[in-house]
Nanobody, 115 residues
Framework: VQLQASGGGLVQAGGSLRLSCLAS????????VGWYRQAPGKQREFVAQ????????NYADTVKGRFTISKDKARNTVYLQMNSLKPDDTAEYFC?????????WGQGTQVTVSS
């Protein structure tokens, strides 16, 4: 499975961005797709995850109520809608896929939130 993340950018605090994660390859082997982020000097942390069926999702406490993960099965794409962004949300965001054969990671997309 190959993943391509996009949609990052520079936004003011309180603003919104939508990230996209396009999957290709052995799509049917995907169990779940997640978003993680890594700020400079910090460890990569979990943000959100959605099941392959799209009926189950979970979020880190730090983003609950502000971020929404969703999927468009026809487009093989998982989205992360980020609202009410804060400077602390500044990080490189990565999507990953939990598959039958292990975990696949895409390249990151940078999100910068200015105060």
């Amino acid at each position: 499975v190959q993943l391509q993340a996009s949609g990052g950018g520079l936004v003011q605090a309180g603003g919104s961005l939508r990230l996209s994660c396009l999957a290709s390859g052995v799509i049917y082997s995907i169990n779940a797709v997640g978003w993680y982020r890594q700020a400079p000097g910090k460890q990569r942390e979990f943000v959100a995850q959605i099941s392959s069926s799209g009926d189950r999702s979970n979020y880190a406490d730090t983003v609950k109520g502000r971020f929404t993960i969703s999927k468009d099965k026809a487009r093989n794409t998982v989205y992360l809608q980020m609202n009410s962004l804060k400077p602390d949300d500044t990080a490189e965001y990565f999507c990953n896929a939990d598959t039958w054969s292990g975990t696949s990671w895409g390249q990151g997309t940078q999100v910068t939130v200015s105060s």
